[in-house]
């Protein structure tokens, strides 16, 4: 398994529910096909806020972070999934929350020579980061052959 992370730019400002969180992130490092079998998120500010990331097979019009969250037409042939994060997934350690979610078998196909998985978030709370890094973003990425 390969653990592919990304770190997103988020603001500095209250979020709105449904806003995007962070721009477009690109996990590269990963086989043109196989499945996302798990995701983790860091959250140094210990917000615990719930989070969708929605993941796309190719290139996507991002939403602009701290803005409202929504999938262009054109785009809609292109997502391959949607992993919720919910509060109850984060734990408290130390100063900081961490959550989890395992075992969300989201297969993918890239096509040849594509060895990454676009995607941008959204919350649906109200959190309000210190930090423009205070996320980080992890997949467990499988290849066909390890499933």
Known sequence: MNLV???PVVS???YTANDAVGGQMTFGGVPEQGWVNSISIIDKDNQ???LTLVLYDNDFTEDTDNAAYSVEADDI???IGVINITADDYTTIGSIAVATVPNVN???NR???RYSIDGQ???TGTPT???TTALIVKLGVMSDGEF
Do not use: E, L, R
């Open 129 to 131: 980061y210190t930090s």
């Open 106 to 108: 989201i297969p993918f």
């Open 77 to 79: 042939d292109n997502i």
């Open 12 to 14: 500095t400002s209250a």
């Open 111 to 113: 096509g040849t020579g």
């Open 5 to 7: 992370s990304v770190t």
């Open 121 to 123: 978030m959204m919350t």
């Open 48 to 50: 615990k806020a719930p």
